[in-house]
């Protein structure tokens, strides 16, 4: 299930990274739901199933995880022209923002209205998060088609453990990340493929 | 939990604020540290420093485009899809719990979720009036 628009040229794909750097106020949360709303709803560039698989490999590099996902995509539609618009996109406009609102707090920091107004702002990015999350569960039900009818089940098991050792437990994320990776290579490796409908009747005609 | 990487004791309560305002990746805000300690040139090393490790990932997306059709190797991926909802439940349940999110803040989150699963508000249309609801509820 591969994503076929044509790819983006470099100076749209470099609009398209500055748009969500400068729109996506509220930390990470926002940028993640724009990416997967502008490259997987919006232009159909990746499937869900693909940005979860490219997503799962930034949990292995060091630093954020927002900025290695920007060059995996950027690197998929634009090869490494595609990295660097990508990158410099999501990055420059967001970071004078961020420079320009962290000297302005300094100075609002104590003010009442400021810190009520962040009193609202707070939990809406978890809301916004929880959307994004869930957005990361569809191709976890979706799956019981491909590894098996049970996967979803073992998700819904296995979620929340996890998150259960990661938030009260204080499991570092890396030893998730690597004990989930284990688990899979053991339980949810697919098996030889079964043929297609289709194929068995093409190898009938011929 | 980026941002603890980079930030003292005392900076990182600012830290968390400032990187839930600001637009783009959390992270960013070491860029304004980089800029408070070492003016222009500081915050551009500090945009170069935090840029340049996540690139390995496209060493690990090499490495690992040589074993992706393995099934053992897709059975791990489809184990870290299942660490990748967990990681977003944490982030989740530790912006909850944060010292002002009351019960009011929940109704607020859960408000902001179904806002934003209409597909129809602009994230930051919903982060604005989530801003005004805040002022209005806790000033």
């Known amino acids: 299930m591969s ?41 159909g560039w990746l499937t869900m199933e693909e940005f979860t698989q490219l997503w799962s490999l930034c949990l292995l590099a060091p630093g ?5 996902v920007t060059a995996l995509i950027g690197k998929r539609l634009g090869g490494t022209r595609g990295i660097a618009v990508s990158v410099a996109g999501l990055l420059l406009p967001s970071a004078t923002i961020t420079c320009l609102l962290a000297a302005l707090f300094v100075r609002a920091e104590h003010s009442a209205v400021v ?26 039900i979706r799956a019981r088609v491909t590894i098996g009818r049970w996967y979803p089940w073992a ?26 990776a284990l688990l899979g290579t053991l339980f949810f490796a697919p098996r030889a493929p079964r043929p297609l409908a289709a194929d068995i009747q093409k190898r009938g005609e011929s | 939990m980026i941002a603890r990487r980079w930030a003292t004791e005392a900076d990182f309560g600012r830290a968390i604020v400032v990187g839930q305002m600001s637009p783009g990746p959390n992270g960013l805000w070491v860029i304004s540290l980089g800029y408070f300690t070492g003016g222009i040139l500081g915050a551009f090393l500090a945009l170069l ?27 791990a991926m489809h184990g870290v899809s299942i660490a990748v909802l967990a990681l977003l439940i944490a982030v989740i349940w530790t ?45």
Do not use: C, H
């Not at chain 1, 810190?115 to 976890?140: D, K, S």
């Open chain 1, 3 to 43: 994503a076929s628009r044509p790819a983006p040229g470099a100076w749209r794909l470099l609009g398209i990274w500055a748009g969500i750097g400068l729109q996506s106020f509220g930390g990470g949360t926002s940028t993640l739901l724009l990416i997967q709303r502008t490259f997987i709803e919006r232009r």
């Open chain 1, 64 to 68: 954020m995880n927002l900025v290695a």
């Open chain 1, 115 to 140: 810190q009520a107004a962040l009193r609202g702002v707070v939990p809406a990015t978890a809301g916004i998060m929880i959307l994004v999350a869930v957005n990361f569960a569809r191709p976890l």
């Open chain 1, 155 to 180: 998700s819904a098991v296995l979620v929340p453990l996890f998150a259960l050792a990661l938030i009260a437990w204080n499991v570092s994320t890396i030893a998730i990340v690597v004990s989930a």
């Open chain 2, 49 to 75: 420093a935090i840029s340049v490790p996540p690139l390995l990932v496209l060493v690990i997306a090499r490495s690992y485009a040589r074993i992706e059709r393995w099934p053992r190797t897709q059975g």
């Open chain 2, 95 to 139: 912006i909850l719990r944060q010292p002002g999110v009351d019960a009011r803040g929940l109704l607020i989150a859960t408000g902001a979720f179904g806002l934003a699963l209409t597909r129809k508000i602009n994230i930051l249309l919903i982060l604005v009036l989530a801003g005004l609801v805040g002022y209005l509820v806790y000033r």
